[in-house]
């Protein structure tokens, strides 16, 4: 059974860590955010130790700054604390969650500690949506670097500029990615939301889209103002129902920051940006895809609504070189197909993915894509059939569902899925295993093709497969 949120608030944590340092102890230590987390604590003073399953890259840097890492969940690590964070996605049953309780420690959820730590900052912006957070974190955290701004950056893909998720900058600008699931951006203080889109997702959490709409709507009312998407009118009833004054960037004349004379090339984007009807700054980007585009306007909205200038702006958003894992190539395969990885696991997100691979010039396109969770692939099932069935892909190879979390009590397999490509006209076929879908691909794919890997689950080990380089 999993934990849940623990919705204390900023004023309780901080009666909890009172002024003198404590031993906190971090459960789930390997994750992007509680990595960060717990390096933050030892930069104010506390005494840190963490738990994960294994030693990781994240594992190894925060060890070498100062936390204490074990690989083993032992009761008498709750003996040793004054409080317990913990991520969401660790067990009720963990031995020192089990022993914390016992004792009568306090537990703080992951989302709620974040709340407490980013309250310190003046400027706080906090990306959500159901699609682009990650990218959208990481060009805003851009825009704010160019305008000298040192932002303290928490995001959920790693920087290429930096290779990192998560940057421990100055005391006065907070940039960081919003996470709907379980409610967690509850927990936190943005002091400009900022709201992508809203689409059906999380379905083990979310039981309808009014549920979600009101989630979205609380998160707003957290400040009097919000950057949102006006082409969405999910967002718009958020919105309504949030009551804050909104920034709207989109493609209608009537949002505030619009893009113009935009060229999506195979591999890099530029447009102009109007505020208003009148030019505000121009952008060539690194990476390609309309999606992006938008992603580039809620940041531009972000950072001008924060006093970064026009020319700062059109700089931060030139400079940025994309996150891991977002259309990112790593390589040939032996036979000399260009080989991206991608995280896309939901139909919006995939769908703009094999748009944006699609216009990129390659003979034969060819896709690898393992459903994220029974749930989403069950609720969303007929959705991703028609993506799959869409594209231009010469063949879709679809892996085994990534359970994450969940049990299959849907009875919704990779086999159902390829067959409801299949008989929307399209060639599809399901792969026992991730080694399977190499060897498929690596006896299709040749010179001149191009092959995309997609999806949120261990699928992320394939692309070395594929190039020969794991």
Do not use: W
């Not at 969405?232 to 949002?255: K, L, M, N, Q």
């Not at 530029?270 to 030019?279: Q, T, V, Y």
């Not at 399901?430 to 690596?442: G, T, Y």
């Amino acid at each position: 059974m999993a934990l849940d949120n623990t919705h204390y608030g900023y004023e309780k944590i901080n009666e909890m860590i009172g002024s003198s340092p404590k031993r906190i102890f971090f459960s789930g230590v390997g994750g992007v955010s509680m990595s960060s987390l717990a390096k933050v604590c030892v930069m104010r003073g506390h005494d840190v130790t963490g738990y994960d399953r294994s030693e990781s890259d994240l594992t190894r840097k925060i060890s070498e700054e100062g936390v204490r890492v074990v690989y083993e969940s032992l009761p008498e690590y709750a003996d040793g604390a004054d409080i317990i964070v913990y991520t969401v996605a660790m067990s009720a049953d963990d031995p020192v969650i089990k022993r914390a309780r016992e004792l009568g420690r306090p537990l703080i959820s992951r989302a709620d500690f974040l709340g407490y730590i980013m309250k310190d900052y003046p400027v706080r912006v906090g990306v959500s949506g159901m699609h682009g957070k990650s990218t959208t974190t990481a060009i805003t955290a851009s825009v704010f670097e160019a305008g000298g701004r040192e932002p303290t950056v928490f995001g959920g893909a790693r920087m290429k500029k930096t290779g990192e998720c998560n940057i421990i900058g100055g005391g006065d600008c907070f940039v960081f990615e919003a996470c709907e699931y379980m409610g967690s951006f509850l927990d936190f203080y943005p002091t400009l939301p900022v709201v992508l889109n809203i689409d059906m997702d999380h379905p083990d959490y979310f039981k309808s889209m009014d549920m979600i709409i009101d989630h979205f709507a609380a998160f707003m009312k957290k400040s009097d103002r919000a950057v949102v998407n006006g082409d969405d009118i999910e967002v718009a009833e958020a919105v309504r129902r949030a009551g804050v004054r909104p920034i709207t960037f989109g493609r209608s004349p009537s949002c505030d920051y619009v893009p113009a004379n935009v060229n999506v090339g195979p591999r890099s984007s530029s447009f102009d940006i109007l505020f208003r009807g009148e030019f505000l700054t121009h952008a060539d980007m690194k990476v390609p895809g309309e999606h992006v585009v938008a992603d580039a306007l809620a940041a531009a909205a972000a950072g001008h609504s924060s006093g970064i200038s026009p020319d700062a702006i059109g700089r931060g958003l030139s400079a940025y070189a994309g996150i891991k894992r977002r259309m990112e190539y790593v390589g040939k395969t032996a036979r000399g197909a260009d080989v991206y990885d991608d995280y896309a696991h939901h139909p919006t997100e995939l769908n703009a993915t094999l748009k944006t691979a699609g216009r990129m010039g390659y003979e034969k396109l060819f896709v690898v894509f393992q459903p994220h969770t029974f749930s989403r692939t069950k609720e969303l099932f007929d959705e991703f059939a028609y993506v799959l069935a869409g594209s231009l892909a010469e063949k879709t190879v679809l892996a085994p569902i990534y359970p994450a979390r969940e049990t299959n009590v849907y009875g919704v397999t990779s086999d159902g899925l390829a067959a409801a490509v299949k008989n929307r006209g399209a060639d599809a076929v399901s792969a026992e295993s991730l080694e399977d879908a190499a060897d498929m691909i690596n006896g299709i794919a040749g010179d001149g093709d191009c092959v995309v890997v997609a999806g949120a689950g261990d699928i992320d080990r394939l692309p070395a497969m594929l190039t020969g380089t794991e």
